[in-house]
């Protein structure tokens, strides 16, 4: 029995790489492309006090993958080929929700003022998506060029194959990094507007 199921282990082994193997010859150079969703700002006025000097912005990430395969039937029905062709990405900010404290009288200058000093938040948002445009490209193709097709033996097998090359692609280390080198470009940008706190000085305007 331990002699069989090492047999049949060797032998599972040697199957999936000759199966990989096969496939190697149908990968394809990706074409990518990469666009940024419209966006919409909403604002809204929670019953809870908040920091009466400082809105609160939430940004809704959008970081979607349209990935179009080739589907190459091996000869001899000995199964199927699935490979990247295009990736079509979706990924930017599509919604802002920016919070201002009820304190300040809807229409009021110092609710014009907060709203102006988050809309420079909101900016800090959209410039780093512009400004990591061709590093994110850059990642995808090199994330996608890395992919071999997969091999799947049965034709219901081919949309599992597409979720498997999917997740590949989403969790490749360039495309992680790039998010985090996005997520740390951020912050730092945020943290420059708030430490800048021109806002104070609008505000005792307002109230002078």
């Not at 082994?13 to 149908?26: L, N, Q, R, W």
């Not at 995808?140 to 033996?153: E, L």
């Not at 495309?175 to 940008?189: F, G, N």
Request: hydrophobic share 35%.
């Amino acid at each position: 029995m331990f002699r069989f199921f090492t047999f049949w282990l060797a032998c599972f082994v040697i199957t999936a790489g000759y199966a990989e193997d096969k496939c190697v010859a149908y990968k394809t150079r990706p074409g990518v492309q990469i666009k940024k969703p419209d966006w919409v700002k909403k604002v809204g006025q929670p019953l809870r006090m908040m920091d009466l000097y400082h809105g609160n912005v939430i940004a809704t990430l959008v970081d979607e993958y349209d990935i179009v395969v080739n589907v190459n039937e091996l000869p001899n029905n000995d199964g199927f080929c699935v490979g990247i062709k295009d990736i079509n990405a979706t990924i930017g900010y599509s919604d802002f929700l920016v919070k201002v404290d009820m304190r300040h009288k809807f229409g009021s200058c110092s609710y014009k003022t907060v709203l102006e000093h988050e809309g420079e938040h909101i900016n800090a948002y959209l410039s780093v998506i512009d400004d990591f445009q061709d590093d994110l490209k850059k990642s995808v193709y090199t994330a996608a060029n890395s992919i071999i097709p997969i091999y799947v033996k049965k034709e219901e097998d081919i949309d599992d194959a597409i979720d498997n090359l999917n997740y590949k692609l989403q969790h490749h280390p360039d495309v992680v990094l790039v998010k985090q080198q996005i997520s740390a470009a951020e912050e730092l940008r945020n943290e420059k507007i708030d430490e800048d706190n021109s806002q104070y000085e609008e505000l005792k305007k307002c109230n002078g």
